[in-house]
């Protein structure tokens, strides 16, 4: 089960910082990816990590903005973050952390069978 925190409501330009943590397992050798679905559109990739190299990947949209990063403070390995910088108002939407085993960066929806219920981020206009 994986599940996401650090959604809300900022002002553009602002940032966030997202958290997809796995409950029983570790994120190791896994690939942990972001995406996110704005309301009457399909869900879209933002980043992917993997998680034993720390190997990234961005949709060009977030790139240079958000950045996907291993977070072991709590030495468990088992919490991925997304940090999300000079947030625009089409950022708004609900982001979802998803995780599969594997050792290359995806970017498509399907490749990935462990998602979380995602969290609202919005980004007034």
């Known amino acids: 089960q994986l599940v996401e925190s650090g959604g809300g409501l900022v002002q553009a330009g602002g940032s966030l910082r997202l958290s997809c943590a796995a409950s029983?397992?570790?994120?190791?050798?896994?690939?942990v990816g972001w995406f996110r679905q704005a309301p009457e559109k399909e869900r879209e990739f933002v980043a992917t990590?993997?998680?034993?190299?720390?190997?990234?990947?961005?949709?060009d949209s977030v790139k240079g903005r958000f950045t996907i990063s291993r977070d072991n403070a709590n030495n468990n390995n088992n919490t991925v973050d997304l940090q999300m910088n000079s947030l625009k108002p089409e950022d708004t939407a609900v982001y979802y952390c998803?995780?599969?085993?594997?050792?290359?960066?995806?970017?498509?929806?399907?490749?990935?069978?462990?998602w979380g219920q995602g969290t609202q981020v919005t980004v007034p206009s």
């Open positions: 029983g397992r570790t994120f190791r050798n896994f690939i």
């Open positions: 990590i993997r998680y034993n190299t720390g190997a990234t990947g961005y949709a």
């Open positions: 998803a995780a599969q085993i594997g050792t290359q960066l995806r970017t498509a929806p399907g490749e990935y069978w462990l």
